[in-house]
């Protein structure tokens, strides 16, 4: 009686399981690859060939200079993927690092951009994937793993480098639990350098552990085990805050609402000049665009649909309200200049839940409604935000990264070499960032 009770418990909660996280229908393949292959494509050429992109190729950014890249020159590979830096590990920008280090020095720039936008590119691919059975739509889909390359606020502060992938990866490895006829041991390697190079992912634990009870369960299992290890690390390492400012709740709000409703649809640059002018409206105006396709899912939506809906709605909030709580200071205070530009990275991913919601609830709403036509307009409304968001995103008349190239890093360090200076000083983006490895290594 017992071993009955314990299977239907099973079968039941399997059950449930299956009706959250549906299985896909098997996609032609041919079709799928072909079309898979032009989106890579497409995604990679956007990356690095818009003006910010392509000023990448030659300006290194940050830790992808500092910390992976010293490090791959400086000491062993297992010693770097196990060594942790603000507090979590880094195991991907670190493979990536000991593969940059293999190239000649004066490709690193370039080896880091085309990486990050290839591994970027790499999301967008599993969200289109992974959620046909959550989207009928597939012009829906396709606008979803998008967003993934085109959203503005991610093609600033976190284009093609290493350093923030971490955001990406956070939402990549969102859909990448939820797919379910996923090939097994890529998904499952994907989800195992996330978990252990975003310190974020400790929120996609409920997702796994509903996938432990439906077939398939080598990813889920390949991630929780991957997020034991960098929880452990977590719990042992050291990292230094940003500031000791005291948190406020009310700036914490404010500012969640402007980086993720009002910079889902504007971008990050475009908030300093319409908050000071329109105030408090601009985010009643946001909210009112991402509230009206939200309601029609839920009460359109099936259960997997709600489900999708309200985990993706909480994510965003977690998220944001999160990053902003362990990393406040008060050049986060919405009344400080430019707004939300400070911790610009902080809106990507719950700007990309919050897309996951809205784009459930347009799907969702049944086609002979009254209520369509509200949420077709809300729909034609979004998408008109986000394309104009984006080609504001593209006349921006100067890059990104105005300082030092790469090759004139690299030449400045050999002259001082040449000259007699025991290491070479390597310096790169953003201003006063720079690493010293020895001369033999420039040469």
Same mark, same amino acid.
């Given at each position: 009686?017992?071993?009955?009770?314990?299977?239907?418990?099973?079968? &039941?909660?399997?059950?449930?399981?299956?009706?959250?996280?549906?299985?896909?229908? #098997?996609?032609?393949?041919?079709l799928t690859?072909l079309g898979?292959?032009?989106?890579?494509?497409?995604a990679?050429?956007? $990356?690095?060939?818009?003006?910010?992109?392509w000023?990448?190729?030659d300006?290194?950014?940050?830790?992808?200079?500092a /910390?992976?890249?010293v490090?791959?020159?400086?000491?062993?590979?297992?010693?770097?993927?196990?060594?942790?830096?603000?507090?979590? $590990?880094?195991?991907?920008? &670190?493979?990536v690092a000991?593969?940059?280090? +293999?190239?000649?020095?004066?490709?690193?720039?370039?080896?880091?951009?085309?990486?990050?936008?290839?591994?970027?590119?790499?999301?967008?691919l599993?969200?289109?994937a992974? =959620?046909?059975? %959550?989207l009928?739509?597939?012009?829906?889909?396709f606008?979803l793993?998008a967003?993934?390359?085109?959203?503005?606020?991610?093609?600033? #502060?976190?284009?093609?480098?290493?350093?923030?992938?971490?955001?990406?990866?956070?939402?990549?490895?969102?859909?990448?639990?939820?797919?379910?006829?996923?090939?097994?041991?890529?998904?499952? $390697?994907?989800v195992?350098?996330?978990a252990? =190079?975003s310190?974020?992912?400790?929120?996609?634990?409920?997702?796994?552990?509903?996938?432990l009870?439906?077939?398939?369960?080598?990813?889920?299992? @390949?991630?929780?085990?991957?997020?034991v290890?960098?929880?452990? *690390?977590?719990?042992? !390492?050291?990292?230094?805050?940003?500031?000791h400012?005291?948190?406020d709740?009310?700036q914490?709000?404010?500012?969640?609402?402007?980086?993720?409703?009002?910079v889902?649809?504007?971008?990050?640059?475009?908030?300093?000049?319409? %908050?000071?002018?329109?105030?408090?409206?601009?985010?009643?105006?946001? +909210?009112?665009?991402?509230?009206?396709?939200?309601?029609?899912?839920?009460?359109?939506?099936? /259960?997997?649909?709600?489900?999708?809906?309200?985990?993706?709605g909480?994510y965003?909030v977690?998220?944001?309200?999160?990053?902003l709580?362990l990393?406040?200071s008060?050049?986060?205070?919405?009344?400080?200049?430019?707004?939300?530009?400070?911790g610009q &990275? %902080?809106?990507?991913?719950?700007?990309?839940? +919050?897309?996951?919601?809205?784009f459930?609830?347009?799907?969702?709403?049944p086609?002979?409604?009254w209520?369509?036509?509200v949420?077709?307009?809300?729909?034609y $409304?979004?998408?008109?935000?986000?394309?104009?968001?984006?080609?504001?995103?593209?006349?921006?008349?100067?890059?990104?990264? *105005?300082?030092?190239?790469?090759?004139?890093?690299?030449? /400045? !360090? &050999?002259?001082?070499?040449?000259?007699? !200076?025991?290491? @070479?000083?390597?310096?790169?983006?953003?201003q006063?960032?720079?690493?010293?490895?020895?001369?033999?290594?420039?040469?």
């Open positions: 009686m017992g071993d009955r009770l314990v299977v239907m418990t099973a079968q &039941r909660t399997g059950a449930l399981a299956d009706s959250v996280v549906p299985l896909p229908d #098997e996609p032609r393949h041919e690859w898979m292959t032009a989106a890579f494509v497409g990679l050429a956007f $990356l690095l060939l818009i003006p910010p992109g000023s990448r190729l300006h290194l950014w940050a830790e992808d200079g /910390r992976f890249m490090d791959a020159v400086r000491s062993p590979v297992l010693e770097n993927l196990v060594d942790p830096y603000g507090g979590y $590990l880094h195991a991907l920008p &670190r493979l000991q593969l940059v280090a +293999l190239l000649p020095i004066e490709w690193t720039a370039a080896g880091f951009a085309i990486c990050a936008a290839v591994l970027r590119a790499s999301i967008a599993i969200t289109f992974a =959620s046909k059975p %959550y009928r739509s597939a012009p829906l889909r606008a793993a967003l993934v390359v085109v959203l503005p606020a991610g093609n600033s #502060e976190t284009l093609n480098n290493m350093a923030n992938l971490h955001w990406f990866l956070l939402y990549g490895a969102f859909w990448a639990l939820l797919w379910r006829n996923a090939p097994r041991v890529p998904i499952a $390697l994907f195992v350098l996330a252990l =190079s310190p974020l992912v400790f929120v996609l634990a409920p997702i796994a552990l509903v996938r009870f439906q077939p398939r369960r080598v990813v889920p299992i @390949a991630f929780l085990g991957a997020l290890v960098q929880g452990l *690390t977590m719990v042992f !390492a050291s990292r230094t805050p940003y500031s400012d005291a948190v709740p009310v914490v709000f404010l500012a969640s609402l402007l980086r993720v409703p009002v889902a649809f504007t971008g990050s640059e475009r908030v300093s000049q319409f %908050y000071p002018a329109q105030g408090n409206l601009l985010i009643l105006a946001a +909210l009112l665009a991402a509230a009206v396709p939200i309601a029609a899912g839920l009460r359109f939506g099936d /259960r997997a649909g709600r489900t999708l809906l309200l985990v993706a909480a965003s977690i998220v944001v309200v999160a990053c709580v990393n406040w008060a050049a986060l205070q919405v009344q400080a200049p430019e707004a939300v530009m400070a &990275r %902080y809106s990507i991913a719950p700007c990309l839940f +919050l897309f996951t919601a809205i459930v609830g347009l799907d969702a709403t086609a002979r409604t209520e369509r036509v949420v077709m307009g809300s729909r $409304l979004i998408g008109l935000l986000v394309v104009v968001s984006i080609f504001a995103h593209l006349r921006v008349p100067k890059t990104v990264l *105005t300082g030092i190239p790469w090759d004139e890093s690299l030449a /400045r !360090a &050999r002259a001082n070499c040449a000259a007699g !200076a025991p290491e @070479a000083r390597l310096e790169h983006e953003p006063d960032w720079f690493f010293v490895v020895p001369c033999e290594s420039v040469r």
